[in-house]
């Protein structure tokens, strides 16, 4: 299985990749930024980014990596997913753009930006179940959230309105909020403790 220094993918096709590696670097991790298939090779899990999903989606298409990562994640690939990410791990999107795709992964359905625009944007604390210690101090950016979360995921935090901000199946990680930003590092290191017992991508 993989050792104690794991090799993390980045998608850094668009989005927030610098704050995501300086995070997985400090918690000891080697981090590959995923531009192409060959990118993925021996990865032993991957983040998928805030950003635009739409872009995202069309990019990872556009260089033939959608179908890799959906074949990676089918077969059990770690994966943490933050905002934009979050929309892209959802099993269905309930007001995609015409044609929108998602990686999927996470048998929930996401409303993207839930929060309206950029100036909406807005910093709270969070309790995170399963996690020890104080509640969360967490950005919303543009956020997505989880209107309907199926079987075999559980919810990890909702806001106080109950509305569900951050999901977990055991594999796929997502949050609707940027701890990346703020600078909370327990979440990462929940999904670096997975990929280390993850092999290497062939």
């Not at 060959?38 to 983040?47: E, K, M, R, T, W």
Request: with cysteine; glycine share 12%.
């Amino acid at each position: 299985m993989g050792g104690s220094t794991p090799l993390i993918g980045i998608l850094a096709l668009q989005g927030d990749v610098r704050e995501h590696r300086r995070m997985l670097e400090q918690l000891g991790a080697s981090v590959v930024e995923v531009r192409t298939t060959a990118d993925l090779q021996g990865i032993q899990g991957l983040v998928i980014p805030g950003g635009e999903s739409s872009v995202m989606d069309k990019l990872s298409r556009r260089f033939g990596l959608a179908e890799p990562i959906r074949w990676a994640i089918d077969e059990g690939l770690p994966v943490l997913g933050t905002c934009a990410g979050m929309i892209m791990l959802a099993a269905e999107l309930v007001d995609g753009i015409s044609g929108q795709e998602t990686f999927g992964g996470l048998d929930i359905a996401v409303q993207r930006n839930a929060f309206g625009a950029q100036r909406e944007s807005f910093d709270t604390s969070l309790r995170i179940a399963g996690l020890d210690g104080p509640e969360m101090d967490v950005s919303f950016i543009r956020a997505p959230i989880v209107t309907r979360v199926g079987a075999g995921v559980d919810t990890l935090a909702t806001l106080d309105d109950g509305r569900v901000v951050a999901v977990d199946n055991g594999q796929c990680l997502a949050l609707a909020f940027h701890p990346e930003v703020s600078g909370d590092a327990r979440l990462h290191e929940v999904f670096v403790s997975r990929a280390r017992e993850y092999p290497p991508m062939p």
